[in-house]
Nanobody, 123 residues
Framework: QVQLVESGGGLVQAGGSLRLSCAAS????????MGWFRQAPGKEREFVAS????????RYANSVKGRFTISRDNAKNTGYLQMNSLKPEDTAVYYC????????????????WGQGTQVTVSS
């Protein structure tokens, strides 16, 4: 059974930073690309960022490009999302995901999801 456990969420003021972590277990972490999605109240889940198996290729949603950085440490089976210059519109539950197949920005392309971590940005 694959488990993805997020941590690092919290309350931060606009302009601040947070670093999310995703600890993976249950299958070889380095064999799968991974990513982050988020869901704000009343909205659909949306793609935030993804990173390839080796970490040499990354993709970002336009809304976070230049502010967020996705990374991974395969030796530690852990993925990260560094979030800088946070805005109130970044407030959402953030989910760590493990890639299965398909287009990277579709939720259906990921077969395992973490339980989510809340990020709240106050103005």
């Amino acid at each position: 059974q694959v488990q993805l456990v997020e941590s690092g969420g919290g309350l931060v003021q606009a302009g601040g930073s947070l670093r999310l972590s995703c600890a993976a277990s249950g299958r070889t972490f380095s064999n799968h690309a991974m990513g982050w999605f988020r869901q704000a109240p009343g909205k659909e889940r949306e793609f935030v960022a993804s990173i390839s198996k080796s970490g040499d290729s990354t993709r970002y949603a336009n809304s976070v490009k230049g502010r967020f950085t996705i990374s991974r440490d395969n030796a530690k089976n852990t993925g990260y999302l560094q979030m800088n210059s946070l805005k109130p519109e970044d407030t959402a539950v953030y989910y760590c995901v493990s890639y299965y197949s398909g287009t990277y920005y579709y939720t259906t392309s990921y077969d395992y999801w973490g339980q989510g971590t809340q990020v709240t940005v106050s103005s």
